[in-house]
């Protein structure tokens, strides 16, 4: 499953891959159970998007296989006062596989606000 969320042009850096991993094991397996089980249970917030009154920054990856730009570009069209940042050559793990491009969308959107 790992590779999967990542962005095809990182799915051979050992590195990050040994990154994700590692994160992932030093969560451990009951946590990871957990947060599935939330992601399952979790009601949608989709109707209240709308309500969202604060400059909001919505931010992925265009290559993210778990929650698709697509979903992305719908949470930013209902959200008033939205922002749009689609990475290039980035997966699920934003801060990960493109850390400047994150730390520029994120400082710009402070900045702005």
Do not use: W
């Amino acid at each position: 499953m790992k590779p999967h969320y990542l962005a095809a042009c990182h799915r051979d850096n050992s590195e990050l891959l040994d990154s994700v991993l590692e994160m992932g094991m030093r969560q451990g397996a009951e946590v990871f159970v957990a947060q599935s089980r939330a992601l399952q249970g979790r009601v949608d917030s989709g109707p209240t998007l709308n309500t969202i009154s604060c400059p909001t920054l919505v931010l992925c990856g265009v290559e993210d296989q778990l929650c698709p730009p697509a979903l992305h570009e719908e949470i930013a069209r209902r959200i008033p006062h939205a922002t749009l940042h689609v990475i290039d050559a980035c997966g699920h793990l934003s801060p990960m596989e493109q850390p400047d491009a994150c730390l520029l969308y994120t400082s710009d959107a402070a900045d702005d606000n």
